[in-house]
């Protein structure tokens, strides 16, 4: 099958499986900058407290991660995502109920299984269909994700400066989940077809017998799993705490308006939808070198907040973070596939989603208590840049076993060639 073929053949699952990343994840994830402040405000919280929802949203993320990866590779797709898509509608409308930190994180808990669900079942469905454009078709459904910031400022702000409380700014973003996303998925299951086959099929690897339990210990074996591990940790650390945080630190450390940001914000975030794509060809055809060159420049976009003082400034930041932060999650399913191998791919994607999820919970709490504790984001930007860059620096020693270089995928079957390590 040619690049073509392959991807031709699949376009409409990538359609659907964006919108359902979009609705799931890019909605109420870029939602979640814009409610820090108003809920300081209204209940008195401190931007600690408030950050900790990203905490309960990625903590339960973590485990829904790992459940939806195995789910899938013994059931399925086709009811494991319609159960992620109506989760998340219903944790967004479970917001105008939260009034107190206990529903404020319960909703943030729930809004972790739907993402974290819905990403996870995307990753293993487009693992499976794709093997020649697996970054470039992971990079356009995982696009969905910075669509919502492209969106979510124009919406919020407007609906802010009307005097609308956040809470049910929030409900009424359920309609998507309700209105579109999930018809969509259930309509396109209906359908009998190869594509509906392979994504409801059970994983064939099942007939080996390993256990959830067997198959962690078979892949984390070698010090390589764990620097992997590691890395993937550290950089959505840096990654999601800078993502909950630049809004707060924009209004509060810079003294901006945030009239004044929101069109530059939705402009230049067309640039991280693009580079999930972009990233994802680049990850194709260089593998991890690829992935270590977007750590490093996630480390550089951090430190290159600091300097901000008005529009020009923001601009370069914003620029250089969103191109960083589009090649950020497209990594994790291409460097489980290159380096651990397609074997029970959902399984193992589920323990790597699992470490992309305690970053996302650990870094934006830890990030917002540097800026209680200091009164500003400067030494918390500092030391999260130098943790982007050691991320980068764990894969030094991490080469692609099971990648075939664009230069000899010609002389091999693309269908089989990733089975096998490659010569190292």
């Known amino acids: 099958m040619t690049t073509m073929q ?104 729930m809004l972790g299984l739907s993402a974290s669900s819905i990403v996870a079942a995307m990753k293993v469905i487009v693992s499976r269909l794709f093997d020649i454009n697996q970054g470039i078709a992971i990079g356009i459904v995982l696009g969905g994700t910075s669509a919502g910031q492209l969106v979510m400022p124009l919406i919020w702000s407007p609906l802010l400066d009307a005097g609308i409380n956040w809470r049910e700014i929030f409900a009424m973003l359920s309609l998507g989940s309700f209105l579109i996303s999930t018809p969509l998925w259930i309509i396109f299951m209906a359908k009998t077809g ?18 959830m339990w067997g198959h962690f210990k078979e892949v984390c074996q070698g010090k390589g799993f764990w620097l992997l591990a590691i890395a993937i940790f550290l950089v959505s650390a840096v990654d999601q705490a800078l993502m909950q945080n630049y809004v707060t630190f924009l209004r509060s450390d810079r003294g901006l308006n945030h009239r004044d940001f929101a069109w530059l914000v939705s402009l230049v975030s067309v640039l991280a939808i693009a580079s999930k794509v972009g990233s994802g060809w680049f990850y194709d055809r260089f593998s991890i070198p690829g992935i270590r060159f977007f750590y490093f420049m996630l480390g550089a976009s951090v430190i290159l907040a600091l300097p901000v003082t008005g529009i020009g400034t923001m601009a370069i930041f914003l620029i250089v973070r969103n191109v960083a932060h589009g090649g950020m999650i497209v990594e994790a399913p291409v460097i489980t596939k290159h380096y651990l191998g397609p074997r029970n791919l959902g399984m193992t994607i589920g323990v790597v989603s699992v470490f992309v999820n305690l970053g996302f919970a650990v870094g934006p709490p830890l990030l917002g208590y540097l800026y209680d504790l200091n009164g500003n984001y400067t030494f918390g930007f500092v030391l999260y840049s130098a943790v982007a860059i050691l991320a980068g620096i764990c894969l030094l020693p991490l080469k692609p076993r099971y990648w075939t270089p664009p230069r000899k995928r010609k002389q091999e079957n693309p269908g089989t060639a990733s089975m096998q390590p490659a010569a190292t």
Do not use: C
């Open 194 to 211: 190869k594509t509906q086959d392979i994504i409801n099929a059970s994983s064939a690897a099942h007939k080996d017998g390993l256990t």
């Open 6 to 109: 392959e991807m031709k053949e699949n376009w409409v699952v990538l359609v659907i499986a964006f919108s359902l990343v979009f609705f799931s994840f890019g909605v109420p994830n870029f939602s979640l900058p814009w409610i820090y402040r108003p809920a300081m405000d209204e209940f008195g919280w401190s931007n600690a407290q408030v950050n900790l929802l990203s905490t309960a949203k990625f903590l339960v993320g973590a485990l829904a991660a790992l459940g939806m990866g195995i789910m899938i590779d013994r059931v399925g797709g086709k009811v494991s995502v319609l159960l992620g898509a109506l989760s998340g509608g219903f944790a967004m409308l479970m917001f105008l109920v939260a009034t107190n930190l206990p529903i404020y994180y319960l909703a943030g808990g």
